[in-house]
């Protein structure tokens, strides 16, 4: 038997590991996005 703390606690792993997939490809945008308009200003 599932306890339904386990079931919580996978649920809070999963979340977690999915904000921290969104945070890291929004910080290789943010990079790239950076690395964009330096060669623009430079240009």
Same mark, same amino acid.
């Given at each position: 038997?599932? %306890?339904?703390?386990?079931?919580? +606690? *996978?649920?809070?792993?999963?979340?977690?590991?999915?904000?921290?997939? %969104?945070?890291?490809?929004?910080? +290789? *945008?943010?990079?790239?996005?950076?690395?964009?308009?330096?060669?623009?200003?430079?240009?």
């Amino acid at each position: 038997v599932v %306890s339904i703390q386990d079931e919580n +606690i *996978v649920f809070l792993e999963l979340t977690l590991r999915k904000i921290q997939d %969104s945070v890291l490809s929004a910080e +290789i *945008v943010q990079t790239g996005h950076n690395a964009a308009v330096r060669k623009a200003i430079h240009a």
